[in-house]
């Protein structure tokens, strides 16, 4: 039986439209359920430190305790590639502003 290279062009494409459709779906079941993000274990303090499940945060290299706060996310190959990044994880993470040391906290999922 010999294939022609139209039929093998449209078997090739079919398996692409397939694999797209199941990747889509996957991204999109994922957003779905994906629960909202609930407040970070990272608690701001009135004196403008923070705390993690009841203790001071400090930095482990300098021990200084004045920090700046940002939200980071935690890419996946497949979510970069088809350019829908925004669908990942985070993390909150402290920058020590003394020496600049980074300490990541993961967010609640």
């Not at 079919?14 to 991204?27: E, P």
């Not at 430190?49 to 482990?60: I, L, M, N, T």
């Amino acid at each position: 039986m010999e294939l022609h290279s139209s039929t093998l062009l449209a078997v090739v494409f079919g398996m692409f439209l397939l694999l797209l459709f199941l990747v889509l779906a996957i991204v999109i079941f994922r957003a779905v359920l994906r629960r909202p993000s609930s407040s970070p274990p990272l608690i701001p303090t009135e004196d403008g430190h923070y705390e993690v499940a009841g203790k001071r945060v400090s930095c482990s290299h300098c021990h200084g305790s004045r920090f700046q706060t940002k939200e980071i996310l935690l890419n996946t190959w497949l979510l970069s590639l088809l350019r829908i990044d925004w669908l990942d994880s985070s993390a909150i993470v402290l920058t020590c502003q003394e020496c600049g040391q980074l300490t990541w906290f993961a967010q609640d999922e």
